[in-house]
């Protein structure tokens, strides 16, 4: 940002110099990047929606496993577009429609599914296995 901004922006940073120089390293609104998408895109359009293996995602990508697992994954997953599951990556219904695309709906039942396992209690104490 600022270097864009003391080329193009007469040297600060403002709304339309931030807005001008996301454009240009092709950031979206929720902030992903053309890697970020490129993941989310291969999983919904070429997996549909998966579940998908790490290694064949990123394949699919171009891009070394590490490189989608500790990069891409932690953002998309946190920001909501993406589940890591025993059976693989998943797309969920946000992660399609932030792509402009249709969730299928076995893609929706199961995200839910999942949502509501992950809110079930074990009773095991946290960061502790059975």
Same mark, same amino acid.
């Given at each position: 940002?600022?270097?864009?901004?003391? &080329?193009?922006?007469? #040297?600060?940073?403002? %709304? !339309?110099? !931030?807005?001008?120089? /996301? !454009?240009?390293?092709? =950031?979206?609104?929720? #902030? *992903?990047?053309?890697?970020?998408?490129? =993941?989310?895109?291969? /999983?919904?359009?070429?997996? %549909? @929606?998966?579940? &998908?293996?790490? !290694?064949?995602?990123?394949?699919?990508? @171009?891009?070394?496993?590490?490189? +989608?697992?500790? =990069? +891409?994954?932690?953002? *998309? +997953?946190?920001?909501? /577009?993406? /589940? %890591?599951?025993?059976? #693989?990556?998943?797309?969920? $219904?946000? #992660?399609?429609?932030? *792509?402009? *695309?249709?969730? $299928?709906?076995? &893609?929706?039942?199961?995200?839910?599914?999942?949502?509501?396992?992950? @809110? =079930?209690?074990?009773?095991?104490?946290? @960061?502790?296995?059975?």
């Amino acid at each position: 940002m600022r270097d864009w901004a003391q &080329v193009h922006g007469g #040297g600060h940073i403002d %709304r !339309a110099a !931030a807005r001008a120089a /996301l !454009a240009l390293y092709d =950031v979206d609104e929720l #902030g *992903l990047d053309r890697l970020d998408r490129g =993941v989310l895109d291969a /999983l919904c359009r070429r997996f %549909r @929606g998966g579940p &998908v293996g790490l !290694a064949t995602l990123a394949v699919a990508v @171009g891009e070394e496993a590490e490189t +989608v697992e500790t =990069v +891409v994954e932690p953002f *998309l +997953v946190r920001e909501g /577009l993406l /589940l %890591r599951t025993p059976r #693989g990556r998943m797309a969920t $219904p946000q #992660g399609w429609t932030h *792509l402009g *695309l249709q969730p $299928p709906r076995d &893609v929706a039942a199961t995200a839910a599914r999942l949502d509501l396992l992950a @809110g =079930v209690d074990d009773g095991a104490e946290p @960061g502790r296995f059975g």
